[in-house]
């Protein structure tokens, strides 16, 4: 397997504050990745990092072979990274649709109506609030709407910032489901920052564990749920 | 009742230009949040362009078609070249930007055209079949254009994918960006196409105020009161307020203060919104922790 998204020694800093000490990632082709870590760890500076959103970064990060550190925000998303952000990123003011076709608004195939119906699929509620304004939409909601505009760019990678945040488990078991299915049908490779490490260490095929900015532990879920420390530490066991 | 029904009717006449003018304004406080002081005299600036084609002999609506293309391109210019340098600096360090701008397009359209007032042609010829007792051929034809440029303005807005990602960019900039939409240019879009707006406030204003330097500096004021009127951050307000501001204007001018006193008028109006609703009739009120 070739890595799709790869980070090689990264720095990130906002301004002064530096966040991430070298950290070394990979994100394979088809893959599903979970990054873990306490508050503060730097998961969400990490994805930033990935998309040059407001960070200052050294070091090396490629997407699909390419160097892309330092290159503007647009141009990145634009080689096919889909980012649902801290927060959901939500256009409020806009309706439910428009979220949607903003998510599309670089493409011109004729797929975009077809893409549209099969995000329906995943998330059906969406469609019964199609010309709702968004922020009117409750959090789960709107978090599937930034994910389902994340999906109407078609990335190759999907990078995911805590998914789970706020809302109810069973919600949460609904959304990571269908996840798991567009990360097998489409072969979407995915980057996940979660604090739920319970659900996230069932979903993926690999787990970073991330300590004040530095990756202190990487491998399959089974060994890093075996680990004594991580147990206690985010299993709660 | 005539000579009322005559006031009010030129007053939405008036109140055209100053539509078009607070939804430049709008436009551009939407998208970055700066009230732009040299909007008047971008339009001033636009208005003798016209004047120039039209004098060269070329007929006057191509001259306002050039015009409008020539104003789009220098809002995108000013954008690139001179506001955009500042977009991460204070408010203050924008109003300052702002009225050099205002300082410079001033003297530049004196040092090039002179200070001397000139009339500028209304193409509504003066004894037209659709001029009233009421309304000037002008009046009328003014309304009409400014009504037929609101209407495509918001047809661009609501129903394109240009429109869209503008709207997208002036909401939500960081997410914008995360589906690819390049939000520095869609601001310069923003500035060229309230550059067009302004060139057509101008234009249409021309006739009576006549042509000079300093022409917009009344208009700018009640495009001001008309934008706050109707909620600065809302481009439907806009419009609505520059009417109600025209027809204000005139009443005012007419019964209450005389012409003497009727640009205080809009400094009233001014005053009022910002002290009893600031958020204007259609605004949404946004409250800022400091």
């Not at chain 2, 004098?55 to 609506?61: K, V």
Request: proline residues 3%.
């Amino acid at each position: 397997m070739t890595a799709l998204l790869e980070l090689h020694g990264v720095d990130a800093s906002y301004g002064p504050g530096q966040v991430l000490h070298g950290v070394n990632l990979e994100v394979d082709e088809g893959g599903m990745v979970a990054l873990l870590g306490a508050n503060g760890a730097g998961k969400t500076t990490t994805l930033r990092a990935i998309c040059n959103m407001g960070v200052r970064t050294r070091g090396e990060i490629r997407f699909g072979g390419k160097r892309i550190d330092g290159r503007a925000t647009e141009d990145i998303v634009r080689l096919g990274i889909g980012h649902v952000p801290e927060g959901r990123g939500t256009f409020l003011g806009l309706t439910v649709e428009e979220n949607l076709r903003l998510g599309a608004i670089r493409r011109s195939d004729s797929g975009i109506a077809g893409d549209m119906t099969r995000v329906f699929g995943y998330f059906p509620v969406l469609r019964e609030r199609l010309h709702q304004q968004a922020g009117t939409l409750s959090g789960g909601e709107q978090q599937m709407l930034a994910i389902a505009r994340a999906l109407m760019i078609k990335p190759r990678l999907l990078l995911l910032d805590e998914p789970s945040f706020g809302l109810a488990p069973l919600l949460v078991q609904e959304i990571f489901r269908n996840l798991k299915v567009i990360n097998k049908e489409e072969r979407m490779s995915m980057l996940l920052v979660e604090q739920n490490a319970r659900l996230a260490l069932e979903l993926v095929g690999k787990v970073y564990l991330l300590e004040t900015g530095r990756v202190v532990a990487s491998g399959l879920p089974k060994q890093i749920a075996a680990d004594e420390s991580v147990r206690r530490a985010y299993l709660g066991q | 009742m005539q000579a009322l029904l005559h006031q009010l009717l030129s007053g939405v006449a008036g109140g055209a230009i100053y539509a078009s003018v607070a939804l430049a304004l709008v436009m551009i406080f939407k998208a970055t949040h700066h009230v732009n002081f040299a909007q008047g005299e971008l339009a001033m600036f636009s208005t003798y362009i016209a004047y120039s084609l039209i004098t060269a002999g070329i007929p006057y609506w191509i001259a306002f078609v050039l015009t409008l293309m020539f104003s789009f391109v220098f809002g995108v210019a000013v954008q690139r070249l001179v506001i955009h340098w500042f977009r991460d600096r204070s408010a203050l360090a924008a109003v300052i930007v702002f009225i050099g701008l205002l300082v410079i397009i001033n003297s530049m359209a004196g040092f090039l055209f002179t200070y001397t007032q000139k009339g500028f042609p209304s193409p509504f010829a003066g004894q037209a079949w659709y001029g009233t007792t009421y309304l000037s051929p002008h009046e009328v034809g003014m309304i009409v254009v400014t009504l037929i440029v609101l209407a495509i303005v918001f047809l661009f807005f609501r129903f394109t994918r240009l429109g869209l990602a503008m709207r997208a960019a002036a909401e939500n900039p960081q997410s914008s960006r995360l589906v690819g939409i390049r939000v520095s240019w869609m601001l310069a879009l923003g500035w060229g196409m309230a550059g067009v707006l302004g060139a057509v406030a101008g234009m249409m204003a021309a006739p009576n105020i006549f042509l000079a330097p300093d022409m917009m500096s009344g208009v700018i004021l009640y495009g001001f009161a008309a934008a706050l009127l109707g909620g600065i951050d809302n481009p439907w307000g806009a419009p609505i307020g520059g009417f109600i501001v025209g027809i204000m204007e005139n009443i005012a001018g007419a019964y209450l203060v005389g012409t003497q006193l009727k640009q205080a008028l809009a400094l009233a109006v001014i005053v009022a919104v910002l002290t009893f609703k600031p958020s204007g009739l259609f605004g949404r009120t946004v409250v800022v922790r400091v």
